[in-house]
């Protein structure tokens, strides 16, 4: 279980990463580029991400309770953060505002948000098996 | 901006600010830890009683791992400061493909890295280590390039000036 979590999680990270990767491209870090995504929201998201994804890593190297119930933890803010996202970006496609996020392809932020819906499950399962 | 220009800027201060980015200071820890691992397994070779060069060893690998994915998440980050389509992204993009797949190569090294603790490390993993640690020489090669070549994230040359501004004794009184 704690394997499958690491592969939803780098699978979603990849989906993250290009669409950091899309919306620095296009501007969206810089002011007065019109998106609704804050980078506070994006920079706050992505290193939470990376430093849990990194813990996981640890955990499945040298597994440890305290290590499973911490990264759980970390990844608690990290779904806030990328709900609140995901509540922003909605109205940017549906009115196609032409801001930095609003070509996100669909597929990605779906997946993004299943396969991280899906890591979060599968780190809560391993954490209470610990 | 000029795209030379945005490359030096970072997109986020978590990247460390303008002039003084945390990546390069980050990837000592990962080629520190690497570096003494590879020596560390060729001393088991040489000691009379190797257990604590085999264990450190994997302590060490397991050290540069997780001090390559962090540096890795801030590098990243530097990645996209630089514009797609120039030459500095692909040599960008391929001193990250080299450093990401050592750091794969030395977590097989250490996974396929047996129990006990009393003989030398064996002749498999000790040549994975050493093939990742020249991908990552490499990869450093590649990203001396980016910084000293294409001026990634350096500061600009008027930024650069200040340092070499001299005073007078008039502007000293």
Do not use: C
């Amino acid at each position: 279980m704690a394997t499958a979590a690491l592969v939803t999680w780098l699978l979603t990270a990849t989906a993250g990463f290009i669409m950091l990767g899309q919306w620095v491209s296009r501007g969206g870090h810089r002011p007065g580029s019109g998106s609704r995504l804050s980078p506070g929201l994006v920079f706050s998201h992505f290193p939470l991400a990376a430093i849990g994804l990194v813990l996981w890593i640890i955990y499945v190297i040298q597994p440890s309770d305290t290590l499973a119930w911490i990264a759980f933890v970390v990844l608690l803010p990290v779904a806030l953060l990328g709900f609140t996202m995901f509540a922003r970006w909605l109205p940017t496609v549906r009115a196609g505002t032409g801001t930095p996020e609003s070509r996100f392809p669909i597929a990605i932020v779906i997946g993004h948000g299943l396969l991280a819906a899906t890591t979060l499950v599968l780190v809560l399962l391993t954490a209470l098996s610990a | 901006m000029e795209a030379r220009d945005q490359a030096k800027r970072p997109i986020t201060r978590l990247a460390g600010p303008y002039g003084h980015p945390l990546h390069p200071a980050l990837v000592v820890v990962p080629i520190g830890a690497w570096v003494a691992s590879l020596v560390f397994d060729v001393a088991s070779h040489l000691a009379r009683s190797p257990g604590f060069l085999v264990e450190g060893s994997r302590w060490l690998i397991g050290i540069g791992v997780v001090g390559a994915l962090v540096a890795a998440m801030i590098g990243f980050l530097d990645l996209l400061a630089i514009p797609t389509g120039t030459r500095a992204f692909r040599v960008a993009l391929l001193h990250m493909s080299l450093n990401l797949a050592a750091t794969a190569t030395y977590a097989v090294s250490v996974a396929i890295r047996e129990a006990p603790l009393d003989r030398p490390v064996a002749i498999g993993p000790l040549i994975l280590s050493a093939a990742a640690l020249a991908m990552v020489g490499v990869a450093g090669i590649l990203g001396g390039q980016l910084v000293f070549r294409y001026g990634v994230r350096v500061a600009d040359e008027f930024t650069q000036a200040e340092g070499y501004h001299t005073t007078t004794a008039k502007e000293n009184a």
